[in-house]
Nanobody
């Protein structure tokens, strides 16, 4: 079974930075790899996705602040988050699946998920 494991979450003050990582136990060169987040009472929203060729897309709130990257040899993707605000507080999830051509930031396009890690940004 394809497994995804996130790490790197925690607490940071406003304006700070965090880097999340997601490691798989199998090859995923042909997959889109994505980050989603969900705050209490809100829908799960797409943060960033990187396709099999390294092309990245971001949710509007992440553009210019977050960077997604991947290393296929290490079977790992990262999410570098800068200039964090309390509004970024959420559970962050790593996801993977064959790439959709039309809507890669929809949660229902992904069937493989990590367990999620908490990110908390204080004032």
């Amino acid at each position: 079974q394809f497994q995804l494991v996130e790490s790197g979450g925690g607490s940071v003050e406003s304006g700070g930075s965090l880097t999340l990582s997601c490691q798989s136990d199998d090859s995923y060169e042909v997959l889109c790899m994505a980050w989603f987040r969900q705050a209490p009472g809100e829908q799960r929203e797409g943060v960033a996705v990187i396709d099999n060729e390294g092309l990245a897309f971001y949710g509007s709130f992440a553009q210019g602040r977050f960077t997604v990257s991947r290393d296929n040899k290490k079977k790992t993707i990262w999410l570098q988050m800068n200039d964090l605000t309390p509004e970024d507080t959420a559970m962050y999830f790593c996801a993977a699946d064959l790439c959709s051509y039309y809507d890669r930031l929809r949660a229902d396009q992904y069937n493989y998920w990590g367990q999620g890690i908490q990110v908390t940004v204080s004032r």
